[in-house]
């Protein structure tokens, strides 16, 4: 069965600090790996995705994300943080059929002016 | 547009009332999903329809009744809930079943019982 681990409930950075967001998946087969972002209250935003390819994915709002075979993890980065980067972060795992995603934990991002 | 839309925003219900969840897109996508998430954890996914047709069921109890009129609209039909189930209710729709697709959420139901 698929599951995702994401090892930090919270994360605080300084704005204008790098940040990344660790992920660690657990799939038998070809993984399809996500970032979703909720802020308070809302809907998941797609971030980026992974499917096959060039293992370094671009994504919306200057995040990007590496996809890592041997280490089973897909971790989320940002060179300089924005403070209205603050929100929950999820990593997601989907399998081929039915589509269904598996999330994780989710990481809280603090920014610090 | 990437736009999922949901009805209504919040809504509080009593255990005995029947209420609907109304989840709506207009992307041409042909899978449509609804996932609860409780305070301070991820969405957990409820049901999957796939051209119209439910094809996941993930031992949703009963008092949930879910509904796919037609492509773009998918229903969440509510009766004697617990309080419990108090949760925020996330509609989401992708391309078919069959390929993975990134989904596309919505902003969710705040669904209070009392």
């Known amino acids: 069965a698929q599951s995702v681990t994401q090892p930090d409930i919270h994360i605080t950075v300084s704005e204008g600090a790098s940040l990344e967001l660790r992920c660690n998946y657990s799939?038998?087969?070809?993984?399809?790996l996500f970032w979703y972002v909720q802020s308070p209250g809302q809907g998941l935003q797609l971030l980026l995705k992974y499917f096959s390819g060039d293992t370094l994915v671009q994504g919306i709002k200057g995040f990007e994300a590496e996809f890592k075979r041997s280490q089973s993890s897909f971790n989320l980065r940002k060179p300089s943080v924005h403070w209205s980067d603050a929100a929950e972060y999820f990593c997601a795992v989907g399998s081929e059929y039915g589509n269904k995603l598996v999330f994780g934990a989710g990481t809280i991002l603090r920014v610090k002016s | 547009d990437t736009e999922v839309t949901q009805t209504p925003k919040h809504l509080v219900m009593g255990m005995t009332n029947k209420k609907s969840l109304k989840c709506e897109q207009h992307?041409?996508?042909?899978?449509m999903y609804w996932y609860k998430q409780e305070a301070k954890k991820p969405p957990e996914l409820m049901f999957v329809?796939?051209?119209?047709?439910?094809?996941i069921n993930e031992s949703v109890p009963s008092r949930f009744s879910p509904e796919c009129p037609n492509s773009s609209l998918l229903n969440l039909h509510l009766h004697a809930l617990q309080p419990e189930d108090s949760a925020l209710y996330l509609c989401a729709s992708s391309q078919p079943i069959r390929s993975i697709y990134e989904q596309y959420f919505g902003p969710g139901t705040r669904l209070t019982v009392t």
């Open positions: 799939y038998g087969a070809t993984p399809y």
């Open positions: 329809y796939s051209y119209e047709k439910l094809s």
């Open positions: 992307m041409g996508h042909r899978a």
